[in-house]
């Protein structure tokens, strides 16, 4: 299986931002996909999580700004940010959870300035 995220770049505060994450590979139709980011310095978080039901969930930080949603016909799962602050400044990791695997990207980096 291989994740392959794009969408990352540079954005003003208050910017918007829509992350996509393509996966290939034997994939279970029922699974799990979700980002995660890690800034400088810093542990990985977990942003946002999607379902093949679907079903979402979302860190409190990101909650009301960040929207994550998939095409199951493409296993493509997205972020749309929108209100992005300096503090979302992280490379942004897509996760697949299938079967009793776990996959990861590489990630993309996302810059917000000030």
């Known amino acids: 299986v291989q994740l392959v995220e794009s969408g990352g770049g540079l954005v003003q505060a208050g910017g918007s931002l829509r992350l996509s994450c393509a996966a290939s590979?034997?994939?279970?139709?029922?699974?799990?996909m979700g980002w995660y980011r890690q800034a400088p310095g810093k542990q990985r978080e977990w942003v946002a999580s999607?379902?093949?039901?679907?079903?979402?969930n979302y860190a409190d930080s990101v909650k009301g700004r960040f929207t994550i949603s998939r095409d199951n016909a493409k296993n493509t799962v997205y972020l749309q940010m929108n209100s992005l602050k300096p503090e979302d400044t992280a490379v942004y990791y897509c996760?697949?959870?299938?079967?009793?695997?776990?996959?990861w990207g590489k990630g993309t980096l996302v810059t917000v300035s000030s």
């Open positions: 999607i379902t093949s039901a679907p079903w979402t």
């Open positions: 590979g034997s994939i279970f139709s029922i699974n799990v």
């Open positions: 996760k697949l959870l299938t079967g009793a695997m776990e996959y």
